[in-house]
């Protein structure tokens, strides 16, 4: 039988593809491109502060490094990754469909994507742009001389592919899924993607008013910003915040998504608390909204807001929290089973509560004033966003690549590569929190001779964790060439998706059960497959 590699081959195929596993392919060359470029910045940027005395680069470029990194980082791999890669490919086969509702412009999202990617890409190095992938104004509208509204306007475009992506995924979870699968049937992936697409859908818009305001202000002098021309430079804050802090949570609800997968297939067991697991996801994306102000509570924002704002954000953690509480619930008395995307997760839920709770600690005024623009901040987000998102993102990919690629990895290269990785990252951001509580402020590329020792640890740790993701691009790749092919149900998993073959055919299914099987129910199955 052709799987969907075979039918139809060729260069072309894939660029005027309308399948949504092709699709998903496309996304995960170009993340993983754009995350090599991201953490080469991150490389250079970590060996320069590797000395208390900045001398490999100089501040401008150092300016420009940090920039490259976040703005790629966020917009060109984290934003994308999960909903794009594993979303694209996953979403219809769990909801038993042939494809999206709009699989032309599931295509079309891929390229504004790539048109928006490469151009920023060029802007950020061909000059450069120094203002940070925040776009502070009103630095970045009168007095930054590098590329802001180039940068911007890639942003803009990009933000265009996010739209269509989750218009596409609402759509198709109203309209697609199969007959006997009611919205409490739908596996917990799915109402991840769901929340997600909703925040993609109202917040995007948002960001694309800041960057294009931006723009205008640089080019027309419209005083928007402008206090001169009577503007007001905090409303560019307020603007960028409305989307940025949802948007925290597109990176990080997908890979909560993933975690309630592969955590009940690996316990062998039904995730606790299911109900409580899909209205958390839909809490966070409402609730994300209304916590924008925590970002600006030294900006001279009134008491009152501040007050508010930290109230809400305490709020909004309680979600997350209801997750992490049925996660664990889920683990209790469990035969766990340690393969390797099982180490990924249980480093998702450890790494996510440290970045969660130091979150809380930011949200309490008290402490954001010590530590505002610190290193306490920089590790806290790398926590959320590395330790989390992209921890989930490795888990799923490992999780689900039997079924994705028709073959299988190394499970021992596997094991020793998800460890190295969250030895490595432990170590680059823990002595972070030390350093901001100290006082190292952050995007300095030189600092006082009392902090070096901790950033070279800091650094030290980075070059491993690059070692640890190093090894899964090239043991994944290699699999690829592999002879071996793998069955239906590798793990002997629950879902739909694993009821037919891996790779799975064009339209994904031959035929489909007339009722969903229930994809939590592990007690029926047999024990845990793939390798031992
Ligand atoms: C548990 C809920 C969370 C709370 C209460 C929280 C709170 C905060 C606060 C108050 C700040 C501002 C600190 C400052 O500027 O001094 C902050 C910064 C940040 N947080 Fe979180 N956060 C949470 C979850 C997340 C998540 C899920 C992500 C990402 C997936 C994230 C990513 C970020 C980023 C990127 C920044 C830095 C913004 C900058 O460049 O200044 N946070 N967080
Ligand atoms: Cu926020």
């Known amino acids: 039988m052709k799987n969907y590699f075979d039918s139809p081959r060729g260069v072309l195929s894939w660029l005027i593809t309308t399948d949504h596993k092709k699709i998903a392919w496309l996304y995960l060359v170009s993340i993983t491109f754009f995350f090599i470029i991201g953490a080469f910045a991150a490389l250079l940027m970590r060996i320069e502060l590797f000395t208390a005395h900045g001398n490999i680069v100089s501040p401008d470029v150092y300016n420009r490094l940090f920039s490259i990194h976040g703005i790629v980082m966020i917009f060109f791999f984290l934003v994308p990754s999960i909903p794009s890669v594993l979303g694209n490919f996953l979403l219809p086969l769990m909801i038993g469909a042939k494809d999206l509702v709009y699989p032309r412009l599931n295509l079309m999202s891929w390229y504004v994507f790539m048109i928006g990617g490469l151009f920023t890409l060029w802007a950020t190095i061909d000059g450069g742009v120094d203002t940070g992938w925040t776009f502070y104004t009103p630095y970045s509208t009168m007095f930054s ?135 958390s996801s839909l809490a966070i994306a409402l609730f994300g909204f209304l916590v924008w102000g925590h970002h600006m509570f030294v900006s001279g924002q009134s008491t009152f807001a501040n007050t508010v704002f930290s109230f809400l954000s305490f709020l909004v953690a309680v979600p997350s929290a209801v997750k992490v509480f049925s996660w664990t619930a889920t683990l209790y008395r469990a035969k766990i089973y340690l393969r390797t995307p099982m180490i990924y997760i249980l480093g998702f839920i450890s790494l996510f509560l440290v970045g969660g709770l130091t979150g809380l600690f930011l949200a309490s005024l008290a402490i954001d ?164």
């Open 145 to 279: 001389n590098s590329h802001v509204v180039l940068a911007a306007l890639g942003v803009f475009v990009t933000g265009f592919s996010s739209i269509m992506t989750g218009v596409n995924f609402i759509a198709t979870i109203h309209q697609l899924r199969h007959k006997d699968m009611n919205w409490f049937k739908m596996p917990l992936f799915v109402w991840a993607m769901y929340a997600t697409s909703i925040i993609m859908v109202l917040a995007t818009p948002v960001l694309a008013t800041a960057v294009l305001l931006i723009g205008l202000e640089r080019i027309f002098g419209l005083g928007i910003f402008d206090p001169a021309l009577g503007g007001d430079p905090l409303l560019f804050q307020h603007i960028f915040w409305f989307y940025s802090h949802p948007a925290v949570y597109i990176m990080i609800l997908p890979a909560m998504g993933v975690v309630s997968e592969v955590l009940s297939c690996f316990s062998r067991r039904r995730v606790f608390g299911y109900k409580f697991i899909a209205y």
């Open 369 to 532: 004033l010590h530590v505002h623009d610190t290193y306490f901040v920089v590790a806290h987000f790398h926590y959320i966003m590395v330790g989390g998102a992209v921890m989930g993102f490795l888990g799923g990919i490992h999780f689900w690549w039997p079924k994705i690629s028709g073959k299988t990895y190394n499970e021992k290269w596997g094991r020793f590569s998800a460890v190295i990785i969250i030895l490595g990252f432990n170590l680059t951001f823990f002595p972070q929190f030390i350093l901001g509580y100290l006082g190292m402020p952050r995007r300095y590329h030189s600092y006082p001779e009392v902090y070096e020792y901790l950033n070279q640890v800091s650094t030290v740790g980075l070059f491993l964790l690059g070692i640890g993701y190093f090894f899964p691009i090239v043991y994944l790749t290699m699999s690829l060439f592999d002879k071996k092919t793998v069955g239906a149900n590798y793990w002997n998993a629950a879902g739909l998706e694993w009821l037919t073959e891996s790779p799975p055919p064009h339209e994904n299914f031959h035929e489909l059960p007339a009722t969903v099987p229930d994809v939590y129910d592990y007690e029926r199955l047999p024990d845990l497959g793939g390798v031992s």
